[in-house]
């Protein structure tokens, strides 16, 4: 087993990400049939059209009766702005820190599985936009582009690990990440057996994909897909495969009788997350936490950041939201940035996440959706449309920096639910 890089090597993180190998290409223009698009959930509406329902579904569905995925949106609207007037915000900076890394933005592209099914080449374009808008992107496990090609794309992206379910099959993906230039790792934890999605079962959608009239005819009825991603992908690239949920390639996506190559991960436990630590030299992310006492486990095991996460809803129903649960986390965990996604999707949305003590906040299926209708167009829109939203309510909220949000310009504009 190759020994790791001493982990004191990973504060030498320079100041801003190394630029991706053809950086230099034109910005891509927005077609304008999507004028309309003026904000994140417009992408949504856009993708419903464009994706053959199977597909959408997957995207959008969350688990069993929705009521997290209800939730993530709803807690929102439980608080309220008190902005302050007469501040000169005319030099105002969206701009903030993250493990001595400068980004654009205080928000990030979310790990997004199957992202090449509903966008053509989905995870490099989502890296490529990422870069381009300086915002960290968490390329997903479950991807089907292999990660060296994602990390030659923005060598600033994060790698997301599904673990599988032995130590030697660990330490090789590892391995792996850290021989591609991965610098974060970030391990998800809330998937220790798969969830009851029923949404994908209704609307035809399974992993991998089984062949079938209705699959078909969801194909001819949505051509732009069918012959700009999934067409597409066959004639350059061949059969997508799952790419990196192992440190060999995994399965098809489109099989009649394969199935999902996932090892159970019901085993795993802190030892697990000890031994990640010894191995890996990068910053360690913990993404799934919404107990203050596992995030305070993670703390004191080594883990450089959590993400607080009910995984956009998708795998307990009824689990609570994730800013519902960020104050507490952040009061047990005050030495290690907390991070939250699920349900951002406005810039006041990212700006009360903030207030309460996140550090950080991804965004998930917008950016997929963009990906899907208008490629890195679409997502370079979706990440300057939020950028926009946030810099006007900060000078609506009468802010110059990030850092001088607190619970201050918070009140509970509606009950708990």
Not at 251 to 272: K, T
Request: hydrophobic share 45%.
């Amino acid at each position: 087993m190759q020994l790791p890089t001493p982990r004191s090597a990973a504060a030498g993180v320079p100041d801003a990400p190394p630029q991706p190998r053809g950086s230099s290409r034109a910005r891509p223009a927005l077609a304008a049939r999507h004028a309309g698009i003026l904000c994140l959930d417009d992408f949504d509406a856009a993708a419903r059209r464009h994706l053959p329902a199977p597909v959408y579904a997957y995207v959008a569905g969350a688990a069993e009766t929705n009521q997290s995925w209800r939730e993530n949106r709803a807690v929102f609207q439980h608080y309220a702005f008190v902005p302050r007037v007469l501040v000169d915000i005319s030099q105002r900076s969206t701009a903030t820190t993250l493990f001595g890394r400068r980004y654009d933005a205080p928000f990030g592209i979310a790990p997004m599985g199957l992202a090449a099914l509903s966008a053509y080449r989905g995870d490099l374009v989502l890296a490529q936009a990422a870069a381009r808008e300086n915002v960290p992107m968490v390329m997903s496990g479950s991807s089907l582009i292999r990660l060296e090609d994602v990390a030659q794309a923005n060598p600033g992206a994060w790698f997301q690990a599904y673990l599988p379910g032995d130590d030697a099959a660990i330490a090789a993906l590892l391995q792996r990440v850290q021989a591609a230039g991965y610098q974060t790792l970030v391990v998800t934890v809330d998937t220790a057996v798969g969830a009851n999605r029923e949404n994908n079962v209704r609307a035809g959608f399974s992993i991998p994909l089984r062949p079938s009239l209705r699959l078909a005819w969801q194909g001819l009825s949505h051509p732009r897909w069918l012959f700009g991603t999934f067409l597409r992908t066959l004639a350059r690239h061949g059969m997508p495969h799952f790419e990196n949920n192992y440190a060999s390639r995994g399965a098809p996506i489109l099989s009649p009788n394969v199935e999902r190559d996932f090892s159970d991960r019901g085993h795993l436990n802190w030892r697990h997350f000890a031994m990640i630590r010894k191995l890996w030299p990068g910053h360690l992310v913990l993404k799934g936490v919404l107990d203050p006492r596992d995030a305070r486990m993670a703390a004191d095991a080594g883990a450089d950041g959590i993400i607080v996460s009910n995984h956009g809803g998708r795998q307990l129903d009824g689990a609570v939201a994730p800013l519902r649960a960020l104050p507490r986390i952040v009061q047990a965990c005050p030495e290690v940035p907390v991070m939250l996604d699920s349900g951002v999707r406005r810039g006041s949305d990212v700006l009360k996440a903030l207030a309460l003590g996140a550090r950080f906040v991804f965004v998930g299926r917008p950016f997929s959706f963009a990906a899907a209708v208008a490629g890195e167009a679409g997502v370079l829109r979706g990440i300057e449309l939020l950028k926009q939203e946030v810099s006007r309510d900060m000078a609506l909220l009468g802010i110059t920096s990030l850092d001088q949000l607190g619970p201050g310009f918070l009140v509970r504009g509606a009950p708990e639910g």
